[in-house]
């Protein structure tokens, strides 16, 4: 495990090694709706175990999504699975390198994150991060529940967009309102989709859109 001292901005890496970086707090008010969004393939497009800065592009839509909840002040939270950390393919240096990438991306246009979350666990990672199915690893809530912790969100109300199953099944599993499953990044692969279709429940709004560019206006916390 190699890390860079000191940590970037807002970042700590817990005592489950699991990345929790808040970037700036909304203004003080009651608990606001959040919108959770997963890095690759909806922020970023999907490059197999993404660690280089030149291997780092933006979708088209992204910026806008994230500047429209900017201007609404509602929290904007990335929680991004990091199994090639776990897996020992590149470590917390190139991710922050990446990361700080798109933060400068991202501001460049206008728009922010409150907050990121990273979880390097996986079930063949190395040590320290091979503890099996942990609790920060989507489609678990561990990093949204961190981010509530840290922030005044309203669980209840907020959404997140992800291009897994697993991504919707966090956002199911944290007491959300609803996910998106984006058909970008590895949104076609076989069962995504119908995985996450299946976490869909009277309490759980389950939508699908082509990219991030296409689920927004369907999110009530966006739309007109």
């Not at 707090?25 to 175990?49: M, N």
Request: aromatic share 6%; hydrophobic share 40%; glycine share 10%.
């Amino acid at each position: 495990m190699t890390l860079v001292n000191p940590l970037p901005f807002g970042a700590e890496i817990d005592a489950e090694h699991v990345w929790c970086q808040v970037l700036t707090r909304p203004p003080a008010r009651p608990a606001q709706p959040a919108l959770f969004l997963d890095r690759d393939g909806v922020i970023v497009e999907e490059v197999h175990y993404l660690h280089k800065v030149e291997d780092t592009r933006l979708v088209p839509g992204a910026t806008d999504a994230i500047r429209r909840a900017n201007e609404r002040g509602l929290p904007v939270v990335m929680v991004t699975n990091q199994a090639g950390i776990g897996r020992g393919i590149y470590d917390w240096p190139e991710f922050i390198s990446v990361q700080e990438h798109i933060l400068n991306e991202l501001a460049a246009a206008g728009a922010f994150l409150n907050a990121v979350f990273a979880c390097p666990h996986h079930d063949n990672g190395r040590a320290p991060y091979h503890g099996r199915d942990h609790e920060a690893r989507k489609p678990n809530p561990g990093m949204l529940l961190r981010a509530a912790d840290r922030l005044a969100i309203d669980v209840a109300a907020s959404w997140i967009v992800g291009d897994r199953s697993g991504d919707v099944g966090a956002g199911r599993n944290a007491g959300l309102a609803g996910g998106i499953h984006v058909l970008s990044g590895h949104g076609n692969d076989a069962g995504e989709r119908a995985g996450s279709e299946a976490y869909a429940s009277t309490d759980y709004r389950v939508l699908t859109a082509n990219s991030i560019a296409d689920a927004w206006p369907q999110i009530p916390l966006l739309a007109d």
